[in-house]
């Protein structure tokens, strides 16, 4: 396909969370030959952007590329042909994302976007993936705090047990958010996306029934309980729900791919997600959200009214104009995964666990501040050394990124996985 121009693109630049990598981009030291670009609908709101960033005096300034995969698709297409792995910030993906992908895998691109849509993934891998091994390429799907943080910490635990010469069975996350003075809010985008995937639920099982994947076989003896109903929890002493986000659907799928491909890593691990809060009135505010959006997504006019309304629905949480800088700063999350084991095991033995660790993925605010770090130390991954440890095709986090030394990057960049607790049963 010719040399590529650029190490790394971004598209969706100028967005909420695009402006966001961009800069991280920016902060960090580069290559002696490093080039990358931004891409967006505005040139004038390019140039800006450009222009506010602070840069490391190792990184060059980005080329500005105008392109919309709305109206003007041949002006995306050379883009896209130009970079060796491209940022995708731009949803909502059912909408906006099977086009960059599509020519992502025809142009040999590799792929990584802050996704956070279940369907568009398993989608994609339906559609793209046999090609994308053809072509040689990678697409990854959720490489921010959906779903990094989870599916990652998963592979984390994996190689703390193997390190031990122990094997992880099943691991449950309870995952906390902790807000400043000024509160918490979240962009209108995610909010988007977020009522998309509660509407198309439907769409999800019915291309998993087609797909009529095979189930994992279970380690050792024990079953995870998975907790379907609100509730108090003696284990984190908090108020409970099942998490609501992709977590769940893009950890087990991942754990699904990184299965068939026989690795280090692919002993599957059972896995559930609860979201818990410590006061009551939050947890029934939490249950209300997730009520009336159940509900009301099913239905177009219900859309509309959550579309329309988005803090009157949220209580206040989702915005329109996003949070401000002062509640991005004051903001930060803990995922705390209680994890289970086996000291040895025999190819279909049944027992009892006998080894329990305690992890945690923790880091700054989740939607502005994490996410670009995950998004862009995914990207970098295809840029050094380790790329040949990345498997082609259609992936998550854990499956493509699994045997790299990503969790490393990470850590360093302040979204830290550690080791809380571990004891023999």
């Not at 509660?198 to 087609?210: G, I, N, P, T």
């Not at 159940?294 to 309304?309: N, T």
């Amino acid at each position: 396909m010719g040399e590529k121009k650029f190490d790394i693109s971004v598209y969706g630049a100028t967005g909420f969370t695009g402006l966001r990598v961009a800069k991280e981009i920016a902060s960090l030291p580069q290559n002696p030959n490093f080039k990358w670009s931004i891409c967006g609908r505005n040139e004038k709101k390019l140039q800006e952007l450009s222009d506010s960033l602070q840069f490391h005096k190792d990184c060059p300034k980005p080329s500005l590329i105008v392109a919309d995969v709305e109206k003007n698709l041949p002006e995306l297409e050379n883009f896209i042909k130009q970079s060796k792995v491209l940022i995708n910030c731009v949803g909502p993906f059912r909408y906006w994302g099977e086009t960059v992908v599509k020519f992502c895998v025809q142009y040999h691109t590799n792929y990584v976007d802050i996704n956070g849509e279940t369907e568009f993934l398993e989608r994609m891998f339906s559609i793209y993936n046999q090609t994308a091994i053809d072509n040689k390429v990678t697409i990854v799907s959720c490489c921010g705090f959906d779903c990094v943080p989870s599916d990652l910490g998963v592979v984390y635990l994996k190689k703390e047990y193997a390190k031990r010469g122990f094997t992880c069975s099943t691991a449950e996350l309870y995952l906390t958010f902790e807000s400043g003075p000024k509160g918490a809010g979240i962009n209108f985008a995610t909010y988007e996306s977020l009522i998309m995937s509660f509407a198309h639920v439907e769409d999800l099982r019915s291309l998993r029934k087609s797909q009529k994947l095979e189930p994992l076989p279970r380690v050792g003896g024990e079953r995870l309980q998975v907790f379907k109903n609100p509730r108090y929890s003696d284990l984190v002493k908090l108020y409970c729900i099942p998490f609501p986000a992709a977590d769940v659907s893009v950890v087990r799928f991942g754990q699904g791919l990184t299965y068939k491909l026989k690795n280090s890593l692919s002993s599957p691990v059972q896995f559930s997600a609860y979201y818990g809060v410590k006061s009551f009135i939050s947890h029934i505010g939490v249950i209300l959200f997730g009520l009336m959006v159940g509900s009301l997504s099913g239905f177009s006019i219900g859309r509309k009214l959550l579309l329309q309304f988005p803090e009157f629905f949220s209580f206040g949480v989702f915005k329109k104009k996003g949070p401000t800088q002062e509640q991005i700063d004051g903001c930060s999350f803990v995922s705390k995964f209680f994890s289970r084991g086996y000291k040895s095991i025999a190819d279909g033995e049944f027992k009892k666990p006998d080894v329990e660790i305690v992890a945690t993925v923790s880091g700054p605010e989740m939607g502005y501040v994490t996410t670009p770090i995950c998004v862009v130390q995914c990207a970098y991954t295809f840029l050094n050394d380790e790329s040949s440890k990345i498997p082609y095709g259609v992936h998550t986090p854990a499956s493509s990124f699994g045997e790299t030394s990503i969790i490393n990057r990470l850590d360093s960049r302040g979204v830290k996985f550690n080791i809380i607790s571990e004891k023999i049963l």
